[in-house]
């Protein structure tokens, strides 16, 4: 989104009962002087923070206000889509026409086909037929995040001729670079507002640019682009179609909302949830989206139920081994899940590779073994206190540590292999690897148990 | 860290398999060649893919590259503690002295304090001075985060006199904008050097800045600093003492690096995992530090098998109970974790406050609810085919469906809860909200079957 780069109101969080009781009061006058006053993120903490009805009202005043066009851009996707919804074409295509051409096009996106048709219309020819285009671009491609608002010169143009166009482009996004192309829009390299600054005014910019230009293409994904962006440290990288035709511009600001989007993303996928799965999601499109994966957790579930009913006989004559077995299961399982996160994170930071591979697995099948050793040596007295019985102690101990062993090879093996595959190292990592660790626990816990039957009864 | 804003090469990792090639073989003047032509980012990756012995060798190599400066201060944290351990006083004499004053703080306060001490003195007094103040700010808070190379000009400076000075600093970071300040260095206001280059060599900086801008407090915490710069798209933010004397610049790459860092942390929390737990801590110290967690997790374990235990009477009559237990227990602690999930997530977006916060319970509890009913009639029917008794079938249907809303409410309340009484709300909801399940899971379906006895045997 267009960076705002520098100025913003001191603390604006105290505003929010002051508005709110404005807005109860109906007094909109009052309202639109504080909106004056705010900054574009914190009008949309003020409305977030309104109950419903209040929210609705405050809404109304905030998309008549002149410093709205930036706000509705980044309002929540639900009450965005129930703003849209309830907006005249006319109403719609004049926000659009305020956005930056990126933000105006996720919004259009967010239209069914034939109001997007209809608010495009409206629009001037050239401003509707590059809105067009952008749409074409996935939502998930560094295509549907850039802006074609930059300024791209050639490079026989002088510097003062350059600094003319600055002043004559007021909303050009991120003004402190200047992209050199060639006479069909080629990239060809890059000048810096500061080298400009210190350049004599008759210089070329040829003479002056910096042609190693990290780029991106318009097809990569957002995530890429971010990583791109985070990872050489860089305020905004241009987008290239391809044979290198300089198609748009992502700003830095873009890239730290792929990456929060990114970490929910990889949130959520260990605990097998859809990313559209949030608070303000309705209950009913909540469940749909669970159920599948609830259904593979009741799955094997019944897998490792299945391993229980094995040994049904030995649990009816000695009836502690039910008593106990959770624990066994339980404890691999947050073995598991600890393994897991460490594997899995490492892997996202780009710290594991073919030679640690190994070796990582190795280390977590040691901690398991001596996290086993220890809460199963606890367990084992506590089940001697509590039933008397040495023996019973004895398996519960080595089951444990057995299980907790497993779970570090399990933890850490599943995310690599899935990894290997091409397939996402989080998602359903946790789904298999306790279903091992259920599944071999009872059957080590109980297998144990039915072997020494007649000294744990 | 310094922000490389633009050019870096085009793909760099095939240079890593002729990297390997050349170390092997000792020929460091090829890897030097090849080392001119890498981004630094590129050279850590490098670094990171070959194995130990090879490791050791580039990193001989790579720090006697002059373009090295820059690639030390990024090193994964154990290795850069094993080079400083094994480098002369002199060696980090200088390369701390080619960081900017951040990273050198940062690398200085990795050493032990007598090796510190002996680096300091051999810089020169006023950036030893400098440094000496840097490193009393904690490392996670914005004075820790700070750069003190940053251009600050008094009010009454002639925008011409102001390039000049940009001309002789190349060394100021983010000369992107020059910060105004008065006579006793209180941030007055922000000059972007596009307001300088559009502006008449004989302006002052007092008649063309900005003067509302925003700020944060040099013993303000890394994360809100993040959050600051990330909420208002800022590209640089400036860091003030009490009495808004500026003190120093953090850039948004470090914002970028916060931001990461706050994920781990909080994808960590959630498996109760140290920060520093990471595939390359060695297995002792992994394991130290995930004892407590695993303790704490035995001892809610050992509470939920208590509640067996007050039914094992009714286990050894009817012992499917054995083998269905463990279903209901784990898609409850299944539901409260993508409960947990969506909530948590919520709450560190800024998605949650109080009037939202019983709406969502009441939301979560709902989906609970449906996806109890849907799991457990499928569950029913599993029940009812295996054993041939409806009666156990409904027993674990009931017992799955009350299990399940209990799941959405604990899952969306332990969170809100913490939250309120000011704790982080990830921390521990895990292990609160899967004791409730484990626990009542056990309770609810043993007790129905202990009812039922007769019904289900």
Chains 1, 2 share one sequence.
Not at 39 to 67: N, R, W
Not at 70 to 93: H, M, R
């Amino acid at each position: 989104m267009t960076p705002r780069h520098q100025s913003a109101p001191v603390a604006s969080r105290s505003y929010s009962r002051v508005i709110r009781r404005f807005v109860r009061m109906g007094a909109r006058g009052e309202v639109m002087r504080i909106l004056d006053r705010l900054h574009p993120a914190d009008m949309i903490e003020v409305l977030q923070s309104l109950p419903p009805a209040e929210q609705k009202a405050f809404l109304d005043i905030l998309i008549s206000h002149p410093g709205s066009a930036s706000v509705v851009a980044e309002l929540p996707g639900a009450l965005l889509t129930e703003v849209l919804a309830g907006a005249s074409d006319e109403w719609i295509a004049s926000l659009v026409s305020r956005q930056p051409p990126d933000e105006a096009a996720d919004l259009l996106g967010l239209l069914p086909p034939e109001r997007c048709d209809a608010a495009l219309k409206l629009l001037d020819d050239r401003t509707a037929a590059n809105l067009d285009r952008l749409m074409t671009y996935g939502r998930e491609t560094a295509g549907g995040m850039m802006t074609t608002h930059f300024l791209a010169l050639q490079g026989s143009t002088l510097v003062s001729q350059a600094i003319d166009r600055i002043r004559s482009e007021p909303d050009a996004e991120m003004v402190f670079y200047l992209y050199v192309v060639d006479d069909i829009n080629r990239l060809e390299g890059v000048v810096s507002l500061r080298q400009l600054v210190l350049a004599r005014p008759d210089q070329t910019l040829q003479s002056i640019m910096n042609s190693r230009v990290m780029r991106v293409r318009v097809d990569q994904p957002r995530s890429e682009v971010a990583e791109t962006i985070s990872r050489y440290n860089l305020l905004a990288v241009p987008v290239v179609e391809t044979s290198n035709v300089l198609a748009g511009l992502i700003t830095v600001d873009d890239a730290i909302d792929a990456m929060t989007d990114e970490t929910t993303r990889e949130i959520y996928r260990m605990a097998g949830l859809n990313t559209e799965d949030r608070l303000t999601t309705r209950p009913l499109r909540s469940f749909t989206r669970r159920l599948p994966w609830m259904i593979l957790n009741l799955a094997t579930a019944i897998i490792a139920s299945s391993v229980v009913w094995l040994f049904e006989e030995s649990i009816a004559q000695a009836v502690a081994l039910a008593t106990f077995m959770p624990i066994v299961a339980g404890m691999g399982g947050n073995g598991a899940t600890q393994t897991l996160t460490v594997v899995i994170r490492g892997i996202a930071l780009g710290e594991v590779n073919f030679s640690s591979a190994r070796r990582a697995i190795l280390r977590q099948m040691a901690i398991g073994t001596l996290l086993g050793l220890i809460t199963g040596g606890v367990m084992a007295l506590v089940a001697f206190l509590w039933k008397g019985n040495l023996f019973l102690g004895l398996v519960i101990a080595v089951a444990m540590i057995a299980n907790m062993l497993l779970a570090g090879a399990v933890g850490a093996m599943v995310p690599l292999v899935l990894k290997r595959l091409g397939l996402d190292p989080a998602l359903g990592s946790g789904v298999i690897a306790t279903t091992f660790t259920d599944s071999l626990g009872f059957l080590i816990f109980l297998g144990l148990g039915t072997v020494f039957l007649d000294s744990i009864r």
